[in-house]
């Protein structure tokens, strides 16, 4: 069955702290994989996909396909940090039936 | 990219009535999709529209329940039709474009909908 899983529902740091937001994943194929994360009272937005191996926000997730993982990670959190972050899986690059996390909202203390 | 807009942003009904609502695209697209957000839950793809063909639905969806329209390539209309309380939910219109080369999704910002 293809699935996303994010095991926590609230993750709570202090800023300066570094942060790891869980993902994982079950998919029979070689998916894409994104975060996307919502500001509040924002539009949810793309924030990195797997391919571009790019940090955004100084925020990197890096593929662990023998582990089926998709972790997010920042080394120091800041209080603008805070939003709910969803990961997400597609079968090709592209929205299509992309499938969605739970989701798990940072909150970043000061 | 793409600029979503959606009408309404909110909207408390009655169960047993209908409410359409509208998603604007500021480009032309191939893809848009509907999903529904269900207090404290996930995303679910409800369908995706594609201009010139009915719609695709996913499993649990149905068209008499969540007829859609796509009359051209930048705007769709989702209807909830027939709603109860089980109806209440965001409903997010989705696109898919071609951005520095590869397939971005983007979000419109959501329709509230509260039934009582």
């Known amino acids: 069955a293809q699935r996303v899983t994010q095991p926590e529902k609230l993750l709570s740091v202090f800023k300066g702290a570094p942060v790891e937001l869980k993902c994982n994943y079950s998919y029979s194929g070689s998916p894409e994989l994104f975060w996307y994360v919502q500001y509040s009272r924002q539009r949810l937005q793309l924030l990195l996909r797997?391919?571009s191996r790019e940090s955004i926000k100084g925020f990197t997730a890096d593929l662990n396909k023998g582990e089926t993982s998709f972790h997010l990670k920042k080394p120091f959190a800041q209080e603008e940090d805070s939003a709910m972050y969803y990961c997400a899986l597609s079968p090709r690059g592209g929205g299509f039936k992309t499938i969605f996390g739970a989701g798990t909202r940072l909150f970043v203390k000061a | 990219s793409a600029v979503i807009s959606q009408k309404p942003s909110r909207d408390i009904c009655q169960r047993g009535t209908s409410l359409t609502i509208q998603c604007q695209v500021d480009?032309?697209?191939?893809?848009m999709f509907w999903y529904r957000q269900q207090p404290g839950q996930s995303l679910t793809l409800i369908a995706t529209?594609?201009?010139?063909?009915?719609?695709?639905?996913e499993s649990g969806f149905v068209i008499d329940k969540f007829p859609i329209s796509r009359p051209n390539l930048t705007f769709s209309t989702l209807t909830v039709s027939n709603m109860s309380p089980e109806d209440s939910s965001i409903y997010l219109c989705s696109v898919e474009t071609l951005t520095s080369g590869r397939e971005t999704q983007y979000f419109g910002p959501g329709t509230r909908l509260l039934v009582l």
């Open positions: 480009s032309q697209v191939t893809m």
């Open positions: 797997h391919i």
């Open positions: 529209a594609n201009q010139g063909s009915e719609a695709t639905y």
